[in-house]
């Protein structure tokens, strides 16, 4: 799982707060736009794991886990 560490955001803020006061260059541009992208798919890989951990039980602690979900976490236990 990629993980989003302080410095990918300390950047990713650099970048956004200079497009505001002082406009970003081509090349800047290019960089924000791949910093945001690794920004989104490390928070939805970390997110999708999060969510591979959770069990919905009802009022009667009856596992009413999705599905999907079980699948899911079947596939990732047997890679």
């Given at each position: 799982m990629a993980e989003i560490s302080k410095e990918l955001i300390n950047e990713i803020n650099r970048l956004a707060h200079k497009s505001k006061t002082e406009g970003l260059t081509d090349e800047e541009k290019i960089k924000q736009q791949k910093l945001r992208k690794e920004y989104i798919t490390a928070?939805?890989?970390?997110f999708k794991a999060q969510l591979q951990t959770i069990k919905v039980v009802d009022a009667n602690g009856n596992d009413i886990t999705p599905k999907k979900l079980k699948d899911e976490k079947k596939k990732?236990?047997?890679h």
């Open positions: 928070f939805k890989s970390g990732k236990m047997t």
